[in-house]
């Protein structure tokens, strides 16, 4: 049983930084990606940022330059640094990451969620 654990979502106004925070826990033998995906209200869910264990980060085109995804390996966690944040970027943010355990290879497993509200 792997579990994700999110914090630092809040309510701030455009122009202002937060930073998320999420860690895994459990029966982990090797974490494969982890990363960040958002669902605002009415569309779907979309990927933020992405770090592969040992490849190149991505980001979606709307956080360049203003979002930086990074990961402390030995604590088994994922944080996003939101900076300039913009009223569009308002979603509930998702933390994801695929895990390698005993009895499964490469499972998908997802956090609860952390609402990120940004007034203008």
């Known amino acids: 049983q792997v579990q994700l654990a999110e914090s630092g979502g809040g309510l701030v106004q455009a122009g202002e930084s937060l930073r998320l925070s999420c860690a895994a826990s459990?029966?982990?033998?090797?974490?494969?990606?982890m990363g960040w995906y958002r669902q605002a209200p009415g569309k779907q869910r979309e990927l933020v940022a992405v770090?592969?264990?040992?490849?190149?980060?991505n980001y979606a085109d709307s956080v360049k330059g203003r979002f930086t995804i990074s990961r402390d390996m030995a604590k088994n966690t994922v944080y996003l640094q939101m900076n300039s944040l913009k009223p569009e970027d308002t979603a509930v943010y998702y933390c994801?990451?695929?895990?390698?355990?005993?009895?499964?290879?490469?499972?998908?497993?997802w956090g609860q969620g952390t609402q990120v509200t940004v007034s203008s």
């Open positions: 994801n990451a695929v895990i390698s355990g005993t009895g499964y290879l490469k499972l998908p497993t």
């Open positions: 770090s592969p264990t040992g490849g190149t980060t």
């Open positions: 459990g029966d982990i033998f090797s974490i494969n990606a």
